[in-house]
RNA sequence: GGAUGGGUGGCCGAGUGGUUUAAGGCAGCGGUCUUGAAAACCGCCGAGGGUGCAAGCCCUCCGUGAGUUCGAAUCUCACCCCAUCCGCCA
């Protein structure tokens, strides 16, 4: 795979209409612009359609001139076999080569131009996701737990960690620079723990298979989950023209793409404790104190591939246990749904669930769940074939935190801290740690 | 990194320039026969797109991309991937 005329290589052997449905738009104008609006994105229907109608008379052109091509081909080689004499059609077979190039080009072109049109455009919000365009905007939809009343000043996470001798950012930064974090001992087993619990408890209770997966992915896979064209500068580019993953929805999801599952397949639930990275482009400035935004960060991902009838309860349910992880750890969360400014790009609903963190005295994202619908599907060509066996149609997809680890680390500490500066382990958490129970500063 | 051999439909597999408009087989689906089943036999059996009210007709796809040719699964070039061996390495 070439790069630099790379422009649209990610849609090589993809069908010819991705992302959004032309066929759909075609049909419902109005409610894509509508749809549009609620990105705050200006009308797109009415450049997409004369493109479009360009498009389907530059393929129609292109398609009558292969189709006599073919002929012209057929007759010359029925006619070299009897010996009969070829000038004539191979002249207008010769003449024909230089007006198919060009017919060629022009349809190659627009395809291209529409792809790009439409690879850019965000998903079709649902409908009761709410108006808006700031957090404040959100909808809290359920709150679980009670705030632990401190008797003490409550400490933010790195105050705790460094107190405790076991959080380095000095050296991190030394070694790696900034928004990276050194964890040592107990500190460091708390995060191991922490990822085998959450894992055990998708796998075993929640019905999710685990699956080890590549951290480093291609162009394709980031096309599918829809961290390219628009998201290129929020993740890291190895010198071989791979990614590495921001979070491991993107290698999960992409397992499904090209594929065309048995119904009796669905739901496919896949889970994955990965390294996640981010550049954090355009969050200079913010939360540099602590772990909380890292460049690297372990994080365990849900993902669900489901019947389109079904993907709202598959949303619900993702979220349910996603919420099981907070509520077997004993700490409180709301469960936000995010207004259609704060939905992702690729997102038509999600639910963000967000952490008490008393040191800071903030609620803190700490697991998102996003039901895509078809969104990702189309882009990377997962579909399912219906019991029926003829119709084919594109899954849905969806994907969750179950959870970010490291913010789950920040939430232990700050909400299981004690008045002199150690840390209670959570009673799920102790067989991990080798039936610690407090953490403290190590002598 | 070097060498060699490979990439053809859900799977196996034939195919070295024109009746390939991808043989044949397996699996699957429907039917005949049967009390039922098996066997046998018959038929169906990829995706995307264009056009059309529809039936249908047409185009593209044999790893990817370019090229040669009136015509490419087949010839040429580059690249990707897989297997095996060597080197290196966890």
Redesign the pocket.
């Known amino acids: ?2 790069r630099g005329k790379s422009s649209c ?1 990610f849609f ?2 993809r ?3 991705v992302m959004h ?3 759909t738009i075609r049909a419902g104008a109005a409610a894509f612009d509508a749809a549009m609006a609620r990105r705050c994105l200006p009308d797109a229907s009415g450049p997409l359609l004369t493109l ?1 109608a360009e ?3 530059a ?2 052109a ?3 001139a ?2 006599r ?6 007759e ?3 006619a ?2 009897t010996g009969a004499d ?1 000038v004539s ?2 002249a207008e ?2 003449a ?2 230089g007006e198919m190039e060009r017919l060629d080009r022009r349809s ?1 072109e627009l395809d291209a131009e529409l792809r790009t049109a439409l690879g850019a455009l965000p998903n079709v919000l649902d409908a009761d996701v709410p108006d808006g365009t700031e957090e404040a905007d959100n909808r809290e939809l359920k709150n679980w737990g009670t705030k632990r009343a401190f008797e003490f000043p409550a400490r933010q996470h790195f105050e705790l960690g460094e107190a405790l001798g076991l959080m380095d950012f000095e050296r991190a930064a030394k070694i790696a620079g900034s928004r990276f974090t050194i964890l040592h001992g107990a500190l460091a087993r708390l995060e191991r723990a922490l990822g085998q619990f959450m894992l055990d408890m998708h796998t075993l209770r929640h019905g999710y298979t685990e699956v080890s997966v590549p951290a480093l992915v291609n162009e394709a896979a980031f096309f599918g989950t829809n961290q390219l064209p628009k998201f290129a500068a929020d993740s890291f580019r190895t010198t071989d023209g791979r990614w590495l993953i921001p979070t491991a929805e993107v290698p999960i999801t992409n397992m499904v793409a090209d594929d ?1 599952l048995p119904e009796a397949a669905l739901p496919v639930r896949r889970t994955a404790l990965t390294e996640c990275f981010r550049s954090e482009a355009g969050s200079a400035g913010r939360d540099t104190r602590g772990m909380l935004r890292q460049h690297q960060f372990r994080k365990v991902e849900l993902v669900s591939v489901a019947h389109p009838d079904q993907s709202d309860a598959e949303h619900e349910r993702m979220t349910r246990c996603a919420e099981a992880v907070l509520e077997a750890l004993e700490i409180p969360y709301r469960r936000m749904l995010l207004c259609a400014g704060d939905t992702g790009f690729g997102a038509a609903r999600t639910h963000d669930l967000e952490v008490w963190l008393p040191g800071q005295g903030m609620w803190r994202e700490i697991s998102s769940c996003s039901n895509t619908r078809a969104f990702q599907a189309r882009r990377m060509g997962a ?1 399912f ?1 219906a019991a029926d ?2 119709t ?1 149609a594109h899954v849905h997809t969806l994907n969750g935190s179950g959870v970010a680890v490291g913010r789950a680390l920040i939430a232990v500490l700050e909400n299981y801290q004690q008045a002199d500066g150690s840390v209670r382990v959570p009673e799920v958490l102790r067989p991990g740690m080798g039936g610690m129970e407090v953490i403290r500063r190590s002598a």
């Open positions: 795979m070439r290589f090589a052997r069908p010819l209409f449905d032309i066929k479009d498009r389907r008379a393929a129609t292109q398609q009558d292969q189709s091509r073919n002929v012209l081909a057929r010359i080689g029925q070299k076999r070829t059609q191979e077979a010769t024909l080569r190659a065309i579909r074939r066996g003829k084919v």
